[in-house]
């Protein structure tokens, strides 16, 4: 099993930025894939960004392109997710999910196997 603990939200004006991590215990995760969810009130879960367990292959949601970055230290068994020029429909509870059945990173919540408990995104206009 593994476990994923968020941390790094918050509440910042917009084109400020925030630096989300996401903290893996219970195993190594330097073999799943690893991704950043959001949800935002009324609105369905949605792929942000994703990247291989080795780090050399990343995606990024249209949205964001640009502005976010994942990246990961397996080393210290965690994700991370930079997000620069942040605006107001960025706000959202964001998640962190690990797949241990694709080697590279897909869209589909569904496909994710573990999730943490999510950090709230709030950015003021």
């Known amino acids: 099993q593994v476990q994923l603990v968020e941390s790094g939200g918050g509440l910042v004006q917009a084109g400020g930025s925030l630096r989300l991590a996401c903290a893996a215990s219970?195993?190594?995760?330097?073999?799943?894939?690893m991704a950043w969810f959001r949800q935002a009130p009324g609105k369905d879960r949605e792929f942000v960004a994703g990247i291989s367990w080795s780090g050399s292959s990343t995606r990024y949601t249209d949205s964001v392109k640009g502005r976010f970055t994942i990246s990961r230290d397996n080393a210290k068994n965690t994700v991370y997710l930079q997000m620069n020029s942040l605006k107001p429909e960025d706000t959202a509870v964001y998640y962190c999910?690990?797949?241990?059945?694709?080697?590279?990173?897909?869209?589909?919540?569904?496909?994710?196997?573990?999730w943490g408990q999510g950090t709230q995104v709030t950015v003021s206009s």
């Open positions: 999910a690990a797949s241990s059945l694709y080697a590279l990173p897909v869209t589909q919540a569904g496909r994710y196997n573990y």
């Open positions: 219970g195993r190594t995760i330097s073999t799943n894939v």
